[in-house]
C-alpha cells in the first residue's frame, strides 16, 4: 500500500529557512499536500501541489517535488516562533474514494 | 462557512460506557472521513463516507466502533463499551472531489478512564 514518511522532529532558528522533507511510494500520487498541527487544533491546509508540477511558492512557503525520487518538501523562509507545530506531508493517489495517506508528522521547534 | 464542527472538544468517560461524537460536515461536501490521532499510531483514517454512504471501513478497530450517516450534515461515530485504550482525539474531516484537500474540524479529545 502507499507510505509516506518522514522525519519526526526539527529544530531551527527564529528568522533561518526550515526545510521539511517528505519521501512517498506511491508513484501514481495526483496531488501532494502539506498540512500544519497546532498544539490542541485540527490539520490545517498550508498548501498543495499537482504532481506535474516541479515547484510552487505561496508567500513564505515554497514547495518543491522531485517526482522521481518521490520527494516532496516544504521550505518555510523567514522561520518565526508561531511557524512552532507538526507538519503533515499527505499524498492523494489514483486509487478512488478521494483518500489521502499521511506522513507520521514533523514537529518544527523554532527557537529565539 | 463555519467549517467542520465536531462536538464536543472534550469527554471523558468511564470504561464501559457509550461514547457518541459527532460532526458536522461542510455544506456540500460530498465526502467526510473519521480519524483518529494517537502518539503511537499518528493519524488512522477509521471510515470515510462519500454522499452518506459508508465506503471503506477498514480501518475501523473493531466491533466496539460504528459510525453513521443520517443525512448530508451529520455524522456519528460510536464507541460502545469503551475502553481506555480508545483514549485519542478524533478528527471529522470533509471535502470534494476536485484535489482541494481536506477540511479538519478542530477535533474531540476523549479519555476513558
Known amino acids: 500500500g502507499e507510505d509516506v514518511e518522514q522525519s519526526l522532529f526539527l529544530s531551527v532558528r527564529e528568522g533561518d529557512s526550515s526545510v521539511i522533507n517528505c519521501t512517498y511510494t506511491?508513484?501514481?500520487?495526483?496531488?501532494l499536500y502539506w498540512y500544519k498541527q497546532e498544539p490542541g487544533a485540527g490539520l490545517q491546509l498550508l498548501t498543495y501541489?499537482?504532481?506535474?508540477?516541479d515547484m510552487k511558492q505561496d508567500q513564505r512557503l515554497t514547495v518543491l517535488l522531485n517526482k522521481k525520487d518521490k520527494h516532496l518538501s516544504l521550505r518555510i523562509a523567514d522561520t518565526q516562533t508561531g511557524d512552532s507545530a507538526i507538519y503533515f506531508c499527505?499524498?492523494?493517489?489514483?486509487?478512488?474514494?478521494?483518500?489521502?495517506?499521511f506522513g507520521t508528522g514533523t514537529q518544527l521547534k523554532v527557537e529565539l | 462557512d463555519a467549517g467542520v464542527i465536531q462536538s464536543p472538544r472534550h469527554e471523558v468517560t468511564e470504561m464501559g460506557q457509550e461514547v457518541t461524537l459527532r460532526c458536522k460536515p461542510i455544506?456540500?461536501?460530498?465526502?467526510l472521513f473519521w480519524y483518529r490521532q494517537t502518539m503511537m499510531r499518528g493519524l488512522e483514517l477509521l471510515i470515510y463516507?462519500?454522499?452518506?454512504?459508508?465506503?471503506?471501513d477498514s480501518g475501523m478497530p473493531e466491533d466496539r466502533f460504528s459510525a453513521k450517516m443520517p443525512n448530508a450534515s451529520f455524522s456519528t461515530l460510536k464507541i460502545q463499551p469503551s475502553e481506555p485504550r480508545d483514549s485519542a482525539v478524533y478528527f471529522c474531516?470533509?471535502?470534494?472531489?476536485?484535489?482541494?484537500?481536506?477540511?479538519f474540524g478542530s477535533g474531540t479529545r476523549l479519555t476513558v478512564v
Open positions: 474531516a470533509s471535502t470534494i472531489p476536485a484535489g482541494g484537500g481536506y477540511t
Open positions: 506511491d508513484s501514481s500520487s495526483t496531488y
Open positions: 501541489i499537482f504532481s506535474n508540477m
Open positions: 499527505a499524498e492523494r493517489g489514483t486509487g478512488g474514494g478521494n483518500k489521502l495517506t
Open positions: 455544506s456540500g461536501h460530498d465526502y
Open positions: 463516507f462519500n454522499n452518506n454512504v459508508p465506503i471503506d
